[in-house]
Every structure is written in C-alpha cells, then in structure tokens.
Nanobody, 124 residues
Framework: QLRLVEAGGGLVHKGGSLRLSCAAS????????IGWFRQAPGKEREGISC????????KYHDSVKGRFTISRDNTNNTAYLEMTDLKPEDTAIYYC?????????????????WGQGTQVTVSS
C-alpha cells in the first residue's frame, strides 16, 4: 500500500522554524514528484511547494517563497519541508503527496489519497 506519513509539526512563535518530514512506504519515493500542501481553518487545501524526482525542479508558491525550502533524500525515501520565519498565517495542517507535475501554474494536481497531515500552529 502506498503511504506518505507527515511529521514534524508543532506550536512555534512568530519567526520560528520547523522541519517537516514526509516518509514514504510501500513504494520508492525516487520515482515520484512530491508536493507539500496545507489547509488552514476554513480554507481550501493549497499547494505550496513541489520537487521533481531528482530535485532538479523546485517550485514555491509566492506565499512561502524565500522562507520555505523543499528537499528530498531518495536513499531514505523521505522528503522534507524546512520552514523558517514562520507567520501566524502559516498555521495549517500540512500534507505531502505525490504530484502529477511540478511546473506551470498553481494549483498542482495531487495523486492518491491524503494522509493525516501534521499540524503547524504559529502564535503571534
């Protein structure tokens, strides 16, 4: 069964940092493009970053550009999202997913079912 499990969320103050992880099981992560998404209370889920299979293509939504860094470690079957200078508006549940493309305009299409995500809360 293909699964992606997110971890690393928590409660931080404005300006703080967190590193999220996305661990794959049941398949080889290296064969898939990966995206990070988030869903804030009362809002639709939105894509915020993606990375190609070898990491040569990386894309960020304007809302996180310059603050978040996506990466992947195919040998450990894990992708990451390093988040710095966090703002209260970054508060959301964060999800990772396989994506159909990493390029062009937002939104990017997620593939497969969603995991439980990891909660990120940024206090002011």
């Amino acid at each position: 069964q293909l699964r992606l499990v997110e971890a690393g969320g928590g409660l931080v103050h404005k300006g703080g940092s967190l590193r999220l992880s996305c661990a794959a099981s049941g398949f080889n992560l290296e064969n898939h493009m990966i995206g990070w998404f988030r869903q804030a209370p009362g809002k639709e889920r939105e894509g915020i970053s993606c990375i190609s299979m070898r990491g040569s293509i990386i894309k960020y939504h304007d809302s996180v550009k310059g603050r978040f860094t996506i990466s992947r470690d195919n040998t450990n079957n894990t992708a990451y999202l390093e988040m710095t200078d966090l703002k209260p508006e970054d508060t959301a549940i964060y999800y990772c997913a396989r994506v159909g493309r990493c390029g062009g305009s937002w939104p990017i299409p997620a593939l497969g079912s969603w995991g439980q995500g990891t909660q990120v809360t940024v206090s002011s």
